[in-house]
């Protein structure tokens, strides 16, 4: 198994076919040996551990022929994801590859159904194996821990696998080659979170047909909103500390729900006129940008300079980021049209550079964008309902679970405080109680530290304003018909509402640089432990970066960094 996972690394598919030849005559062999014993798993208590072999050596044997399945998919397009083997697409330009794939993914969705199939297989064995009987440990490794991570991942593959096929299907019309897309891409400058990314900062038009992507315009948001003609009450909160009058198409994002704000959005953006009709709306963050220069390396962009990924020491933070923010917002003395007109033209600039990249490099993008999508970097809003409902299926579209098991996602939006969510630490811990009657108390305590010195913030200065107080009203999402006990270390008093089918825990606090904030909440759970679920679901805000959680259930500790969306197994 160590030699796949090599061969895998290594990306030499016909050594994985063959080390997967060999682990499935080394599977068969130790069928043989075990086969006598079986009836042992009978007797007490030794029996379980018989069982347990078998359950093992059935999902191994699953694995095995799920493995072979996929390599057998992937043989032809090995080139392409960067794969020695014998792939089809040897000739051509990278752009070229990439539309034979497109034009053939109607054949490897059968394939898919069929992985599908084994891993089910391989998941219903595992999930009759109680790793809590292994809690031992075994060349410095704890089986218990390592038989837990690796049935939490199966389960998730099977579970994302399932999904997968509708959405392979759908991606060549993605890609237009059912005919022409047009995609706005929404820039989200999530060093001034909002609650779905951060603030949309720019937008940008893409066009894709017969799987060929092209950047067309490109504009500041404030170009939009002077054609927008609404005079909208915009939420309190927006209108507190923003202290804006109206509405506008640029605050658009207060909901911790994309598809919520998306739908707002372009009912008043498709009446604009002058606009083009767009097909899907992608929201994407520094992050990704980050991501794409890490690999594709330093990028000149006519008539902006060239941008980089490398640590800028202005701001310790990637020098594109710094230089975007030094062309878009440092006060001048003059009139500069479209500022933010740079991010067309480097979206040209990366979308040349990736077709043109070596063939080892595409596995390193679409390893990039796969982390970014999982890490709600980029999301994406369809107006065809069929796209919309599969990117809903597979978690791409930064909604708010609908689940009435337990609950937690903590939503900030910075409404004023420049850029400071650029140098703020999240820390996160959840205490628990439970009563003599059942009744389940949570304590939840937010710390937020602001690691970097204030900016020098006076327009008369002319300097960059990147870090600064900041006046963040922050939602705590919880189960429907939880009640707040106490609040401590707000700025306002902590207001209870409901939203997107939760209650929620509003409230006000002021983060200054080089400082820390510490908030608190007690609530109770509207179940108590006879009839509370048995799953525990914590959503990751759409653009935030990874806060750290400590998170105490009844029957253990979980500590871990917020990189996704996460669920756990209760035991009550």
Not at 125 to 140: P, S, T
Not at 241 to 266: E, G, H, I
Not at 403 to 417: A, P, R
Request: one cysteine or more; glycine letters at 8%; hydrophobic letters at 35%.
């Amino acid at each position: 198994a160590e030699k796949a996972q090599n061969n895998f690394s290594s990306q030499d598919l016909a050594g994985l076919r063959g080390t997967l030849r060999e682990i499935n005559v080394q599977i068969e062999s130790i069928n043989k040996v075990y086969s006598p014993f079986s009836n042992l798993k009978f007797i007490p208590f030794g029996g379980r551990y018989m069982a347990d072999g078998q359950h093992l050596l059935i999902a191994a044997k699953a694995g095995v022929e799920a493995a072979d399945i996929m390599v057998e998919a992937i043989e032809p397009y090995a080139d392409v994801l960067g794969f020695s083997g014998e792939g089809s697409f040897t000739g051509g330009t990278a752009e070229d590859r990439v539309i034979a794939i497109l034009g053939t993914l109607d054949k490897v969705a059968p394939k898919l159904d069929d992985v599908s199939e084994k891993l089910k297989i391989v998941d219903g064995e595992l999930a009759q194996i109680d790793e809590n009987r292994y809690n031992f440990a075994f060349k410095e490794q704890n089986i218990a821990e390592k038989a837990k991570k690796a049935k939490e991942t199966i389960h998730s593959i099977a579970v994302s696998l399932k999904d997968a096929r509708p959405a392979i299907e759908v991606l060549p019309k993605i890609a237009g080659m059912e005919g022409e897309k047009k995609y706005m891409v929404l820039f989200h400058n999530d060093g001034e979170l909002r609650g779905t990314g951060g603030f949309m900062t720019a937008y940008g038009i893409l066009r894709v047909d017969k799987g060929k992507v092209a950047a067309e315009k490109s504009s500041d948001i404030y170009d939009l909103d002077s054609k927008f003609k609404e005079r909208l009450q915009p939420p309190a909160p927006i209108k507190k500390y923003l202290k804006v009058p109206y509405w506008y198409l640029r605050d658009m994002n207060y909901s911790p729900d994309f598809k919520q704000n998306m739908d707002l959005f372009y009912s008043y953006y498709k009446n604009i006129k002058g606009e083009p009709k767009i097909d899907g709306i992608i929201g994407v963050d520094t992050n990704f940008l980050v991501s794409l220069l890490k690999i594709l390396g330093p990028t000149d962009v006519p008539g902006f300079g060239r941008f980089s990924a490398e640590t800028d020491p202005r701001c310790n933070c990637p020098q594109v980021v710094y230089q975007l923010e030094l062309i878009a917002d440092r006060p001048v003395g003059t009139v500069v049209e479209n500022r933010k007109g740079s991010l067309g033209p480097m979206m040209r600039e990366i979308i040349f550079k990736a077709y043109s990249a070596p063939k080892p490099w595409w596995d390193d993008l679409l390893r990039a964008f796969g982390d970014d999508v999982s890490a709600k970097h980029i999301v994406f809003y369809f107006m065809d309902e069929n796209l919309q409902s599969i990117a809903e299926k597979l978690n791409i579209a930064g909604r708010i679970d609908n689940t009435e098991e337990d609950y937690l996602m903590i939503v900030d939006s910075n409404f004023g405080g420049a850029k400071s969510n650029l140098f703020i630490k999240e820390d996160v811990s959840q205490e628990l109680t439970i009563g003599n009657d059942g009744t389940i108390t949570k304590k939840l305590t937010v710390t937020y530290t602001n690691t970097a010195p204030p900016s020098n913030c006076n327009l008369e200065a002319g300097q960059l304003c990147l870090n600064a107080t900041v006046p963040d009203v922050v939602r705590v999402y919880v189960p429907k018909g939880s009640k707040l006990v106490e609040a401590i270390g707000f700025d306002d008093q902590v207001e209870v509402k409901e939203d997107l089918g939760k209650t929620v825990l509003e409230g006000f606090v002021r983060i200054a640089p080089q400082s820390s904030t510490k908030t608190i909440y007690t609530y109770t759970l509207p179940w108590k432990t006879s009839s509370s679920p048995k799953n525990f679901l914590i959503q990751k805000q759409v653009g935030k970066e990874t806060p750290h959680y400590k998170i105490e259930l009844p029957d253990r500790v979980e500590e871990f960094d917020l990189t996704t969306d996460k669920s756990f197994k209760i035991n009550w």
